[in-house]
């Protein structure tokens, strides 16, 4: 098993910057793929951006490309969302997922998640 913990998330004006941070731990060895979604009520789960563990290589949805970073610190098994240029339709529930296969897009392909960190983003 893999438990996530994500912190960082909470309330910044449009325009600002926060950066959430995702920390992993247990079986971490056995993670290929990390990523970020968004959800919000009533909403299917959104694809933000992905980190393939082991060759760095990253992957954006369109709508923050540009405007979020995803990076990892492979030492402390934690994974980081920037976001800059925040926009009120940035708001929702942002939950960290890893995953054992190489896919990056779909949430259905994740097998552990975390319990979720609120970010609203107010005009």
């Known amino acids: 098993q893999v438990q996530l913990v994500e912190s960082g998330g909470g309330l910044v004006q449009a325009g600002g910057s926060l950066r959430l941070s995702c920390a992993a731990s247990?079986?971490?060895?056995?993670?290929?793929?990390m990523g970020w979604f968004r959800q919000d009520p009533g909403k299917a789960r959104e694809f933000v951006a992905g980190i393939n563990w082991g060759d760095r290589s990253t992957y954006y949805a369109s709508s923050v490309k540009g405007r979020f970073t995803i990076s990892r610190d492979n030492a402390k098994n934690t994974v980081y969302l920037l976001m800059n240029s925040l926009k009120p339709g940035d708001t929702a529930d942002y939950y960290c997922?890893?995953?054992?296969?190489?896919?990056?897009?779909?949430?259905?392909?994740?097998?552990?998640w975390g319990q979720g960190t609120q970010v609203t983003v107010s005009s």
């Open positions: 997922a890893a995953g054992r296969s190489n896919t990056i897009y779909y949430a259905i392909d994740y097998d552990y």
């Open positions: 247990g079986r971490t060895f056995s993670i290929n793929t």
